[in-house]
């Protein structure tokens, strides 16, 4: 009886851990279409790290990125985005337009909600592909604690070959 | 059995052959030559006031201490005649090898090889050499130089790795021994193998982070 007892203990100590471990991890489900065969499907990104532009002129909640951090060897890609509040205020719920990326510069305007995102194919080949958001939204949903809940749906250009790729999904950040 | 004449011969070819592999990295006439001309080096990258050491925008590592950047590693062009063709010749191999110049790095540090400062490469303002973009956890390199002494350019560097988006040190050493695989792996540099810069640092206020104090010698 002791026995089962103890058996019983470990095996709910266990199964409870597991859904405290994936209640804590933030992560990415995407959807990728387009040229880029290579990337195309659907897949759930789970090795990421959360960070903020640290810069003194900004506020230290102005911003929120998520990105796939050490770099993704179980996936054909590596992602990464980031959304800020240029009015000078912290990350709020609502839409924040997709913007360019131009030789690595994001085209921030001040006074907007604006977000991008970066999806660079994971191959043997240099220079490697790199993928910058042309335009779409990045939404987040809801803040709760420290959770932040969203969503996207964007269009990416390649910077080398000009071929286009097409993401939406969900994700979650825990910060 | 018996020796003879014969055996000696074979024996003594043997042993010539064997010493003549194994002495082509140990006795490098060339790695002589490039350690005899080696400038004196100052082992940290300098800020562009040409004074101070960089320390990482000022930011501290987790323990509170202050960063200081070391110089690890020494990059050798041995064919370049003139300054422009070696500035153009180190970004091919950058670019080839996956670190091309990018933006949303600070720059403008200098570099010190015998008493002389050297300004930086890319010398494009908010530019360092780097496998990712910004937004992403990378390597990135900040090159000083050239520095033609005998038949050699001599560039110093300064590799370190930063967390995306947050730009927080994360580790010089692991950072280097990335950009020298692919050096090796994608151009035509040799690894020639560590140089003592005895630029580890660790007191009560300054470390150097994870540096082992030596810079890796890269000759193309």
């Not at chain 1, 199964?15 to 489900?29: A, C, D, G, P």
């Amino acid at each position: 009886m002791k026995k089962i007892f103890i058996i019983i203990s470990i095996f709910i100590i266990t199964f409870s851990l597991k859904i405290y471990s994936q209640e804590t991890k933030s992560y990415i489900n995407i959807q990728i279409e387009g040229e880029n065969k290579a990337i195309t499907g659907n897949y759930k990104v789970e090795e990421l790290q959360w960070a903020r532009i640290e810069n003194p002129q900004l506020p230290e909640k102005a911003s929120i990125g998520l990105l796939t951090d050490p770099p993704n060897k179980k996936l054909p890609f590596d992602i990464a985005f980031i959304v800020a509040n240029m009015s000078g205020g912290e990350i709020i719920e609502g839409e924040y337009q997709a913007i360019k990326v131009i030789g690595d510069i994001p085209q921030f305007e001040l006074g907007k909600n604006e977000g991008f995102m970066t999806i660079v194919v994971n191959n043997s080949s240099i220079p490697r592909n790199e993928y910058y958001t042309s335009e779409g939204k990045i939404k987040i949903n809801k803040i709760e604690g420290n959770n932040i809940y969203g969503e996207f749906d964007v269009t990416l250009i390649s910077a080398n070959d000009n071929s286009i790729i097409y993401a939406k999904g969900i994700f979650r950040i825990v910060l | 059995m018996k020796i003879n004449l014969k055996h000696l011969i074979i024996f003594y070819l043997l042993s010539l052959l064997i010493y003549s592999c194994s002495s082509t990295s140990v006795n490098n006439p060339e790695m002589e030559d490039i350690l005899l001309n080696m400038p004196k080096i100052n082992p940290f990258m300098i800020q562009s006031d040409s004074i101070s050491y960089a320390n990482w925008l000022n930011r501290k590592l987790p323990n509170g201490k202050n960063i200081i950047e070391p110089i690890n590693l020494i990059l050798i062009d041995k064919n370049s005649t003139n300054k422009d063709s070696a500035i153009n010749k180190l970004h091919a191999i950058m670019t080839r090898i996956g670190f091309k110049s990018r933006y949303g790095h600070t720059g403008g540090y200098l570099g010190e090889m015998d008493k002389i400062l050297f300004e930086q490469q890319p010398s494009q303002k908010d530019m360092a050499f780097s496998d990712f973009m910004w937004i992403f956890s990378n390597n990135h390199v900040r090159i000083f130089g050239p520095y033609t002494k005998s038949k050699y350019n001599y560039w110093i560097a300064s590799v370190s790795r930063e967390k995306g988006i947050s730009h927080n040190y994360i580790s010089f050493s692991n950072a280097r021994d990335t950009l020298v695989k692919y050096l090796t792996l994608h151009s035509n540099a040799i690894n020639l193998g560590p140089y003592d810069l005895k630029n580890k640092i660790d007191d009560a206020n300054t470390s150097s982070g994870d540096h082992d104090g030596k810079a890796i010698i890269i000759l193309y």
